[in-house]
Nanobody, 121 residues
Framework: QVQLVESGGGLVQPGGSLRLSCAAS????????MGWYRQAPGKERELVAT???????NYADSVKGRFTISRDNAKNTVYLQMNSLKPEDTAIYYC???????????????WGKGTLVTVSS
C-alpha cells in the first residue's frame, strides 16, 4: 500500500503565505510525477502544479508567480509554497503522485485525503 499525507493547511489572511507538504510512504520503488490539485466548494477539482522526478514544473495560470512546487526525492515528499494568497485560493488541496511500487512495473496513481486552505480576513 501507498499513503500520501498532506499537512500545512490552515487559515491565512489575504496576502499571506502557507507551505503545504505531502509525504508518500509505504511500498515505494520510485515516484514519477507529483502534484497538487485543489477543489473549492461547488467547483470541480483542478490542477494547481505538478513536478516531474527531474524537477520539471507546470503551473495553472491562476497561480503562476505566486506558488512554487518542489520535491525532495530522498524523502518522497512534495511541497507547495503559496505566497500572495487570495480568497479565491480557498479550497481543499490534494496531493497526487504516480508511484512505481516494484521494479519493472508500471506506475499507479494515488491521492491524499486533502488539507483545507482558507484565505480570509
Amino acid at each position: 500500500q501507498v499513503q500520501l499525507v498532506e499537512s500545512g493547511g490552515g487559515l491565512v489572511q489575504p496576502g499571506g503565505s502557507l507551505r503545504l507538504s505531502c509525504a508518500a510512504s509505504g511500498s515505494i520503488f520510485s515516484i514519477n510525477a507529483m502534484g497538487w490539485y485543489r477543489q473549492a466548494p461547488g467547483k470541480e477539482r483542478e490542477l494547481v502544479a505538478t513536478i516531474t522526478s527531474r524537477g520539471t514544473t507546470n503551473y495553472a495560470d491562476s497561480v503562476k508567480g505566486r506558488f512554487t512546487i518542489s520535491r525532495d526525492n530522498a524523502k518522497n515528499t512534495v511541497y507547495l509554497q503559496m505566497n500572495s494568497l487570495k480568497p479565491e485560493d480557498t479550497a481543499i488541496y490534494y496531493c497526487n503522485a504516480d508511484v512505481v511500487r516494484q521494479i519493472l512495473t508500471g506506475a499507479m496513481n494515488y491521492w491524499g485525503k486533502g488539507t483545507l486552505v482558507t484565505v480570509s480576513s
